[in-house]
């Protein structure tokens, strides 16, 4: 079966605009991690983000919003808004290293790719739900929903499996390419 939407993955976007695209994403989830993730996740003793991205109900929810108090809500929140910026960076970056490994192999790995061109968007919404019911949260920490509480972790949960999917395809690809290379010599 053949799809010609992801077939034009095979040869678009050129390959210096791939390139940048790659770097520049490279660099905003650098940026964003060091100057932005790192510092406001040493801020905060008890509780990090990913405890929180994963509450599941409305109790564990309040109890980190109620650990973290106004001052951890407030840097999470706004760690919350950068990760608006950061889901651009990676998944650009996952996009276009998922599709310089489908461009240099081929056959079924390569048809698989193509699918694989998916996942960085699929994460990237996953993402965006994900955020917007932890920033609903947020803004009413006494009364949290038990629907957002599990909308933001079942997003959670999605977001990351593409994600390791599309790590998987990537290593996997690369190790292909490099046996591929050694194998010539």
Known sequence: MKNVF???FKESPRDKPL?????????????????VFIPIEASIPIYGILDYEFVWTEIRAEAILSVWGVEGISSQ???IYWDFLFIV???????SLIILVLRKTEGKFQKLGLYFTL????????DI???INLLIMMNNPTSVSMINAFTASLSALIKFSFLFAA???????????IIGRVKKY
């Not at 996942?119 to 996953?126: C, E, I, K, R, V």
């Not at 790590?167 to 390419?177: A, C, R, S």
């Open 6 to 8: 992801l077939d034009k």
């Open 119 to 126: 996942t960085p968007f699929l994460t990237g919404l996953f």
């Open 19 to 35: 390139y940048l695209i790659t770097i520049l994403g490279f660099l905003i989830v650098l940026f964003a991690y060091i100057f």
């Open 129 to 131: 739900i994900e955020n």
């Open 77 to 79: 929140s706004s760690a």
């Open 167 to 177: 790590i998987i395809y990537f290593l996997v690809g690369l190790i292909i390419i």
């Open 89 to 95: 960076g990676y998944s650009s970056l996952a996009l």
